[in-house]
């Protein structure tokens, strides 16, 4: 029988989690157009969520939606609520509060015009760290994003003379290295060469061990290597969410097997 929406967090099977983020009777308007209706739902704790859905369902908008970077977008409102753990964000004054509770990456490399090492400290810019610890930070940093072997010659030269996938690990990094309890990745693989894509892919596995990973993708084959949770978006909505294990099965819905099979949809 196909879960509705809400019932997300009580699959039969599955252990109790606690959510690291909860959205309730969340919509979005863009001005006058909804662009997410009724977003009941929530995140655990631990593990990898892909937000899957065709082009416009607003999956990107979900996710920016958690960290409240849509809010600076002309016409943009949100009803409903978003916690992250008990905490409503609305109530985070200090906006870099929240954006150091949660990371984000964005589809397309966004590295600043500055050393590699600058790039990675970026978000900590205003914490007192000494020298030794911010090499610490770095060098810890740039080995989570598997990318401190390509660059620990090189710290100080310009981030700008890194490979596309090199800047994608190196965006990761610098999300990593604010220490985020939940991190947000749209698409990180869709601009990047494959073998950075597979380096990646292991980093969001071995980050979902300890954190809420949420991520947006394209790729189905991608999302069985990696997702533990499911949630399928459609015009705005949640079309049905879950286990992995359980939304590539034969008992989800029609619509979500037709999705995940064929990464097509008619809904
Ligand atoms: N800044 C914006 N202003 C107006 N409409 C937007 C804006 N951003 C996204 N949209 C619209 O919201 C819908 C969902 O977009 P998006 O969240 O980017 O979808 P997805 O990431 O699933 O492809 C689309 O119809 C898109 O045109
Ligand atoms: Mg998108």
């Not at 609520?81 to 964000?89: H, N, V």
């Not at 610490?136 to 981030?159: G, I, P």
């Not at 071995?206 to 990973?213: I, K, M, N, P, S």
Request: aromatic residues 6%; contains cysteine.
């Amino acid at each position: 029988m196909p879960l509705a929406a809400n019932t997300y967090l009580k699959v039969v099977g599955a252990p109790e989690i606690t959510p690291a983020v909860s959205c309730e009777g969340v919509s979005v308007w863009m001005g006058e157009n909804c662009i997410l209706s009724r977003i009941h739902t929530s995140f655990p704790e631990r593990g990898v969520t892909c937000l899957v859905g065709p082009s416009g369902a607003g999956k990107s908008t979900l996710l920016r939606s958690l960290n409240r970077i849509n809010d600076d977008i002309d016409g943009y409102s949100l009803r409903g609520s978003i916690k992250i753990r008990d905490r409503d964000i609305r109530e985070f004054t200090d906006i870099t509060e929240l954006r150091r509770k949660v990371g984000m990456v964005f589809q397309r490399p966004c590295v600043f015009p500055r050393s590699i090492a600058e790039n990675v400290l970026f978000g900590v810019r205003g914490v007192k760290l000494s020298a030794a610890e911010k090499s610490e930070l770095v060098e810890d940093s740039l080995r989570r994003a598997v990318l401190w072997d390509e660059v620990k010659t090189r710290l100080n030269q310009s981030a700008m003379s890194l490979s596309l996938g090199q800047q994608q690990r190196l965006c990761i990094a610098r999300a990593l290295a604010i220490k985020p309890e939940i991190l947000l990745l749209d698409e990180p693989t869709a601009s990047i060469d494959p073998t950075s894509g597979r380096a990646i892919e292991d980093l969001v596995l071995a980050l979902g061990q300890d954190t809420c990973v949420i991520m947006v993708t394209h790729n189905i084959p991608q999302t069985k290597r990696i997702a533990d949770h499911v949630l399928f978006l459609c015009d705005g909505k949640i079309m049905e969410s879950g286990p992995a294990n359980y939304m590539f099965s034969s008992k989800s819905d029609n619509q979500t097997r037709q999705y995940l099979g064929e990464e097509f949809c008619d809904c």
